[in-house]
């Protein structure tokens, strides 16, 4: 009897040597190729994090010092992919700018069909390397701002600041924004990353894949919380006006923004107890207000509701004290999953089996087709 579970809860799709999630006696492990998603946000950066991804071992000094130059090297944009940044139209949302710049990308690779492990390994990196780069290079031509090349002398999150504000970051923003993008980095079978699976089961290009998971992650219940999150925040203005505000949007049935999800059920989301210490500490150092307001919502929102923040609430206000722009904060979230997508689009290659699943019919059948003039 086929059964069917709306929303593919609780089904087991497919099996996955990159991503662990699992409960464990109350408590959500995390873990990435076997590692503790807590050890590594102590201990790594995000370019160790990729190779992990992408290799399925940590690198060794060499190997890492290997793999950031390359990274380094593939971080300029072709002239076309500039040119077309320059044209699109500056209103555009910055997650529809970076997809379609993607798909762009696809055409200028005259490999784009092979899928052998190097080629698609390559490809990835490609990818990692530039996404920043096209993030950063769209915000400065949609502002007016001349375009800040890429830095051979910083790493891959201290060069995204660099290369946006025109400015290097301090040490805090720059490792800020270096463990936000370890804890986005990957996280199983969430629904971009199905997307891209999914393509990939096909065997669709790369770039078509990578486009898929993109355009899935933009929606509000997945990537696009965070800038919901911070309108919310904004909303609000004040701590003390946190309570009834939330209140009084429950009661009229509306979603919170950045809480609730579908895995970590009545458990803490272990990147969110990263991502809220990481809130605090940048508070600390630049303005308290959004993390003030943040932890007053997430007490009435647990009053209220029972629900605990996901990854997209405390993420808002890090990328706030980042000086980041609300509509940039998807595209930052694509910064770190674009390792992650990769490694699933490779993996799913490579273990193919067409995803195909069933729906159950639940509309009419038998009917008639009568000629159009005589119905
Ligand atoms: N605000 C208010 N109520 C909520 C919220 C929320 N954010 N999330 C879940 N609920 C309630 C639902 O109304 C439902 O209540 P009910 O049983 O009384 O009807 C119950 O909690 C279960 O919710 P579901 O929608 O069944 O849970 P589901 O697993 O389908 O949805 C989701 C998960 C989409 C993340 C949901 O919690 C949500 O909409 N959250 C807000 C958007 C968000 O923050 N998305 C980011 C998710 S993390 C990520 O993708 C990176």
């Not at 890492?64 to 390359?70: D, P, R, S």
Request: aromatic residues 8%; charged residues 25%; proline residues 4%.
């Amino acid at each position: 009897m086929l059964q069917v579970h709306d929303g593919l809860q609780d089904v087991l799709a497919c099996k996955s040597g990159i991503c662990r999630i699992e409960m464990v006696d109350g408590r959500a492990i995390l873990e990435y190729r076997g590692y503790d998603v807590h050890d590594l946000a102590r201990n790594s950066s995000f370019e160790e994090v990729a190779y992990l991804l992408l290799f399925g071992e940590l690198p060794s000094k060499s190997e890492l010092e290997a793999f950031v130059e390359e990274l380094k090297e593939l971080r300029e944009l072709p002239p076309q992919i500039i040119g077309l940044l320059t044209h699109l139209p500056p209103f555009s949302h910055p997650m529809v700018v970076l997809r379609t710049a993607i798909s762009y990308l696809g055409t200028m690779d005259r490999y784009i069909h092979h899928k052998s492990h190097e080629k698609s390994l390559q490809k990835a990196k490609s990818l990692i390397a530039k996404f920043p780069t096209i993030v950063a290079h769209f915000h400065r031509i949609r502002t007016g701002q001349n375009l800040i090349h890429p830095s051979d002398e910083l790493n891959h999150a201290a060069n995204f600041l660099y290369m946006l504000h025109g400015a290097e970051p301090t040490k805090t923003e720059a490792k800020a924004l270096d463990l936000d993008l370890i804890l986005h980095a990957d996280h199983e079978l969430n629904a971009s990353t199905f997307a891209a699976r999914i393509a990939a089961s096909t065997l669709a290009d790369i770039y078509a894949c990578v486009v898929a998971a993109t355009g899935t992650l933009m929606g509000p219940l997945h990537g696009g919380a965070a800038q919901r999150v911070m309108e919310m925040l904004r909303e609000i203005a004040v701590p003390w006006r946190a309570e009834e505000y939330i209140r009084m949007k429950l009661e009229s049935g509306e979603r919170i923004m950045g809480f609730g999800h579908r895995v970590y059920r009545g458990v803490m989301d272990p990147r969110t107890v990263e991502l809220k210490a990481l809130a605090e500490k940048l508070a600390k150092e630049k303005e308290e207000k959004w993390f003030e307001i943040s932890k007053a919502v997430e007490e009435a929102v647990y009053k209220y509701k029972g629900l605990l923040p996901n990854v997209d609430f405390y993420a808002a206000s890090v990328y706030a004290n980042l000086e980041i722009p609300d509509d940039l904060f998807i595209n930052i979230f694509a910064l770190g999953r674009i390792a992650g997508w990769t490694a699933h689009i490779i993996e799913q290659y490579e273990t193919n089996k067409l995803i195909r699943p069933r729906a159950l019919y639940i509309g009419e059948t038998g009917r008639k087709c009568v000629p159009v003039d005589r119905r």
